[in-house]
Nanobody, 118 residues
Framework: QVQLVESGGGLVQAGGSLRLSCTAS????????MGWYRQAPGKQRELVAI??????KYADSVKGRCTISRDNAQNIVYLQMNSLKPEDTAVYYC?????????????WGQGTQVTVSS
């Protein structure tokens, strides 16, 4: 069993910063990919940023404002968010994936609320 526990969400004014953290624990010791998704009310869940085997990818809407980083030794993934905008308001979910043999396992955290006030 794998658990992803997020922290760092909260209420911040536009232009402010937040740093989200996600710690993975359980039966898988390393993940091929770890990342962050978000879901705003009435919208579909969307990718924010992901890091996979040394490569990173960002949503166009956060490029230049967010940085994803990872501590592989402790299975922690971070999302530093700067210059936050009201449209960044959403529940942010941590995601981790591991390829074991021929099967890909994917896990989600419970989500952390980020609210940006104007």
């Amino acid at each position: 069993q794998v658990q992803l526990v997020e922290s760092g969400g909260g209420l911040v004014q536009a232009g402010g910063s937040l740093r989200l953290s996600c710690t993975a624990s359980g039966s898988i010791f390393s993940f091929n990919a770890m990342g962050w998704y978000r879901q705003a009310p009435g919208k579909q869940r969307e990718l924010v940023a992901i890091t996979s085997d040394g490569n990173t990818k960002y949503a166009d809407s956060v490029k230049g404002r967010c940085t994803i980083s990872r501590d592989n030794a402790q299975n922690i993934v971070y999302l530093q968010m700067n210059s936050l905008k009201p449209e960044d308001t959403a529940v942010y979910y941590c995601n981790a994936g591991a390829l074991l043999g021929l099967r890909f396992y994917e896990y989600w955290g419970q989500g952390t609320q980020v609210t940006v006030s104007s």
